[in-house]
């Protein structure tokens, strides 16, 4: 790669980066400099992609206790259906670690406010399983869906800060 066309394409990613002062109106910015944003890019992204294919199995997983809490007969359930579901939460807690890797140091004031918000909405879940408890309770197998529910519950109170540093790390 030629240094005329490395430096061109170093000028495209930091406009698209929001840096859209030329590089020759940055006189302080050294090329070193220069490469180290360039190399930010791909963690950026990365960051990202981590946490909402974090959040895509994190609903892909609270599928199957859903289902089983609903279905009055959990032994019909193909063989499949188990495995699937361990394998699914085996990549979700995969992935809450690597994002949890991913956010590590990053975790700032905007991360934290961001996570006690939604921490302070998603703490009424808690009552909301009471009502369903008191108005729909008998038609709720609840010994196939609140292990399943509590745990996964947990994990998202537990990875909400790290999620939120991922978006922006």
Not at 69 to 82: L, N
Not at 145 to 160: H, K
Request: charged residues 15%.
């Amino acid at each position: 790669m030629t240094s005329g066309f490395r430096d061109a394409l170093q000028w495209v990613i930091l406009a698209q980066m929001n840096l859209t002062s030329s590089m020759s109106e940055q006189p302080g910015m050294s090329s070193r400099l220069r490469r180290s944003v360039v190399a930010s890019r791909p963690r950026v992204l990365w960051g990202r992609r981590i946490a909402f294919a974090t959040a895509g199995v994190f609903f892909v997983s609270s599928l199957f206790p859903l289902a089983a809490g609903i279905s009055k007969h959990t032994d019909a359930f193909p063989k499949w259906w188990g495995t699937l579901d361990v394998g699914i939460a085996f990549v979700l807690a995969l992935l809450v670690l690597v994002m949890q890797a991913f956010a590590r140091g990053k975790l700032d004031k905007q991360a934290e406010e961001s996570s006690y918000r939604a921490h302070r909405i998603l703490i009424h879940a808690i009552f909301v399983g009471f009502v369903v408890f008191a108005l729909i309770g008998e038609r709720v197998n609840w010994g196939s869906c609140l292990s399943g529910f509590a745990w996964r519950f947990w994990l998202l109170l537990y990875c909400l800060p790290s999620w939120f540093a991922s978006l922006r790390c």
